[in-house]
């Protein structure tokens, strides 16, 4: 028979940057709900990742750790109720990976639309790690038997990669040891558009600020990038169907419904035929009402660095405490000697 797990909720965002108003909703929001109705919930900063795009500064790094681990808990993450440490002070996500890198096949790996996306026309240079980072994802969520991840729409495909290592580990080890985890992509805005270019993702390593709300901008900040957000000058419709060419008309009704807590019909059934000269400032003053709290809450927290470093600590510590035996039993299933 094949054994039960236990629902645990595992999720990740890189500290390679500020983190924007897309983490916001696709990712962060979620983890506090998942948080909140009482599920068991580890919630990583991923520095192992952060390093295999760019070279980031370490001073720098450390200090967008920090801030990401502020973030969280500015947006409501408890780390008393909720696991909250960065990837790299629990060694079982890179122990684990290894092993994952002699499982997944350069075939699933040569179909990752983000390495595509991310190493662009010069894949020649791009890192190792950049290349292996969803056997490193699967590793990051199958350290804790995780059956639920809260993701955005762009991580759909590495959450299939790691259903698809886990199964063939399991099949070759003849053993139903790690979960068939469920990707929870649930919400309005699962996948927020750039302010410049409704064709792509907001992100925040975008080399453009105004494409992106940071949670670190204050309210005149992000009316500015509001007001100068790439729109039509047509008026907004009364249906769905009338976005369907409009990519940015279509991201900010999404933004505004997200924020709301509505959905985009309701909010095109308030707006139709009115223009973004209207629009515009209200979904401003919508997102500066989200993201100032929490902004003001990041900056109480960024004042005490030590202290966050021991919050991230003793999540590490409670982290290891799951991970470490889940790594022990693998090494045992593949065949490696234990005898210390
Ligand atoms: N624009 C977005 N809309 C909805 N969800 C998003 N997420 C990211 N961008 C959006 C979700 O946030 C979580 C953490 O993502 P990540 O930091 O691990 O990596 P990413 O998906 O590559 O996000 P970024 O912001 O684009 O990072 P960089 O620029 O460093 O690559 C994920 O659940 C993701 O889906």
């Given at each position: 028979m094949a054994p039960q797990f236990t629902p645990r909720v595992f999720s990740g965002i890189q500290p390679s940057g500020g983190l924007t108003l897309g983490n916001y909703l696709g990712a962060l929001k979620r983890f506090v709900e998942m948080q909140d109705s009482g599920m068991e919930t580890i919630y990583c900063l991923v520095d192992l990742h952060a390093i295999t795009d760019k070279w980031q500064e370490p001073e720098r790094l450390r200090q967008q750790t920090r801030e990401a681990a502020a973030a969280f808990m500015a947006a409501g993450i408890d780390p008393v109720r909720s696991i909250l440490f960065n990837q790299s002070q629990v060694s079982a996500h890179a122990e684990l990976a290894w092993i994952f890198n002699c499982v997944a096949r350069l075939g699933w790996m040569n179909r990752m639309t983000q390495f595509k996306d991310k190493a662009g026309k010069n894949a020649e240079n791009a890192s190792l790690g950049l290349y292996a980072y969803p056997s490193l994802m699967a590793a990051d969520i199958l350290s804790y038997h995780a059956t639920h991840v809260p993701v955005g729409e762009d991580q759909k495909q590495h959450l299939e990669l790691t259903r698809d290592i886990a199964a063939k580990f399991n099949h070759d080890y003849g053993i139903e040891f790690f979960p068939m985890t469920e990707p929870v992509i649930e919400g309005v805005a699962t996948r927020v558009m750039s302010l410049r270019d409704g064709t792509k993702k907001m992100s925040k390593s975008d080399p453009s600020d105004q494409s992106r709300i940071n949670l670190s901008d204050d309210a005149d900040t992000i009316a500015q990038k509001i007001r100068k957000a790439r729109t039509d000058a047509e008026p907004l419709p009364e249906a769905m169907e009338g976005l369907k060419d409009r990519p940015e008309a279509r991201n900010l009704v999404t933004i505004y419904a997200a924020l709301a807590g509505t959905t985009p019909e309701a909010v095109l059934a308030e707006f139709?035929?009115?223009?973004?000269g209207s629009f515009k400032p209200r979904l401003a003053d919508l997102a500066a009402a989200t993201v100032g709290p929490i902004t003001a809450e990041m900056t109480r927290l960024m004042a005490d660095p030590a202290e966050i470093d021991r919050i991230l600590g003793r999540g590490a510590d409670r982290a290891d405490a799951i991970a470490r035996p889940i790594l022990q039993k693998t090494y045992d299933i593949v065949g490696m000697i234990r005898s210390r």
């Open positions: 139709a035929g009115q223009g973004f």
